[in-house]
């Protein structure tokens, strides 16, 4: 009597710990995340109140040419304000760049004649300084959560990670030179490992991808030190690599002027 009441008492805690499992794993299920979520956690995550970075940026063309840039970046307001300053080649030292809500306002200084000229709107779908990341690439930030919609396409392994296949929607009305982007983020740390973009005007055709390298926990926020930006249609490519960078830092609102461009 005794060994079937054991045998009985062990059948229910059994069947209670299987219970408890499956519920919790429908629970689990039941609260993945949708497309927006995994945008939103990885907006905030990539758009940091305040940077500072120095940077370096290597532009190898379809001829095989090599062309190397250093540059001071600065961004506030979560990418909203971005500005980069030029160190090297001696030929750009002094060059800067402003751009304004999320670049749809950028000026550029040249030292050599003392010039500010303002770029038309549409420019920022343009190269910057000849690289394959154009002035949208880099100062778009927060526009993205605007401007596109989101669809989750399912999981994949993309560059060794276990990532989240997102893509992104140009919204009707929106300029931009994307059709839609294809997104590769990693489900531990929302950081996106891969985008594919595509042509505004052919959806179907893929401009390029950005690959992110090295990614380490900098002021326990992940960074990418390196990134690459291949352009699939004229067979070049760009990296940047970020030789400091600090986050969350104070940045006064009259360093994104005009006027501050001039200054040596």
């Given at each position: 009597m005794e060994s079937k009441n054991r045998f009985i008492t062990v059948i229910i805690i059994?069947?209670?710990?299987?219970?408890?499992?499956?519920?919790?794993?429908?629970?689990?299920?039941?609260?993945?995340?949708?497309?927006?979520?995994?945008?939103?956690k990885m907006n905030k995550l990539m758009n940091q109140d305040t940077v500072e970075a120095k940077v370096k940026m290597t532009i190898i063309t379809t001829s095989g040419e090599e062309r190397v840039f250093i540059y001071d970046s600065y961004s506030k307001n979560r990418g909203e304000k971005n500005l980069l300053r030029y160190i090297e080649p001696k030929r750009a030292q002094g060059?800067?760049?402003?751009?304004?809500?999320?670049?749809?306002?950028?000026?550029?200084?040249?030292?050599?004649?003392?010039?500010?000229?303002?770029?038309a709107t549409n420019s920022k779908n343009e190269k910057m300084e000849g690289s394959d990341f154009s002035y949208e690439d880099t100062g778009a930030s927060d526009a993205f959560i605007e401007n596109f919609s989101s669809k989750k396409l399912g999981s994949e392994i993309k560059e060794g990670r276990d990532c989240y296949k997102i893509e992104m929607l140009k919204?009707?009305?929106?300029?931009?030179?994307?059709?839609?982007?294809?997104?590769?983020?990693?489900?531990?740390?929302?950081?996106?490992v891969a985008i594919n973009y595509y042509d505004a005007e052919s959806p179907e055709l893929l401009?390029?991808?950005?690959?992110?390298?090295?990614?380490?926990?900098?002021?326990?926020?992940?960074?990418?030190?390196?990134?690459?930006?291949?352009?699939?249609?004229?067979?070049?490519?760009?990296?940047?690599?970020?030789?400091?960078?600090?986050?969350?830092v104070e940045l006064d609102d009259s360093l994104f002027t005009e006027r501050n461009l001039q200054r040596k």
């Open positions: 059994f069947t209670s710990l299987f219970l408890i499992v499956f519920y919790a794993s429908l629970f689990i299920f039941g609260q993945e995340l949708t497309a927006e979520e995994i945008i939103s060059q800067a760049i402003l751009m304004l809500n999320y670049a749809d306002d950028i000026w550029m200084y040249f030292p050599r004649t003392k010039r500010i000229r303002k770029l919204k009707e009305g929106i300029e931009s030179g994307y059709s839609h982007l294809i997104m590769w983020i990693i489900k531990d740390n929302f950081y996106p401009l390029k991808t950005l690959i992110q390298y090295d990614i380490k926990n900098i002021d326990d926020i992940p960074t990418a030190t390196k990134m690459v930006m291949y352009n699939q249609l004229e067979n070049s490519k760009t990296s940047i690599e970020m030789l400091e960078v600090k986050y969350n």
